[in-house]
Nanobody
Framework: VQLQASGGGFVQAGGSLRLSCAAS????????MGWFRQAPGKEREFVAT????????SYSDSVKGRFTISRDNPKNTVYLQMNSLKPEDTAVYYC?????????????????WGQGTLVTVSS
């Protein structure tokens, strides 16, 4: 599967952005999907993940209550709604897919990566 992330940009602290990740292929609904991020000089870290049907989601503690992951299987797209953004959310955000997995919570579990989209939050 190929993943194309979009929606990054520049926003002031407290603002919102919605990231999208469009997937190719006809088996999107069989992939657990996730979002990860990588800030300058830091390792890539887990942000959020969602199950095949969208019925189960999980978040890192740093974004819980502010970010919401969702998916639209007929459109082969996963979203990340980011509210109350903070400067420490600044990073390149990557969408990720794991075949036949309910959730994908670690970089070592990922089968496919998108190309990344930059989110910059100013203070």
């Amino acid at each position: 599967v190929q993943l194309q992330a979009s929606g990054g940009g520049f926003v002031q602290a407290g603002g919102s952005l919605r990231l999208s990740c469009a997937a190719s292929g006809r088996t999107f609904s069989r992939y657990g999907m996730g979002w990860f991020r990588q800030a300058p000089g830091k390792e890539r870290e887990f942000v959020a993940t969602i199950s095949f049907s969208g019925g189960t989601a999980s978040y890192s503690d740093s974004v819980k209550g502010r970010f919401t992951i969702s998916r639209d299987n007929p459109k082969n797209t996963v979203y990340l709604q980011m509210n109350s953004l903070k400067p420490e959310d600044t990073a390149v955000y990557y969408c990720a897919a794991k075949f036949q997995s309910i959730l994908v919570t670690a970089t070592t579990l990922v089968d496919y990566w998108g190309q990344g989209t930059l989110v910059t939050v100013s203070s």
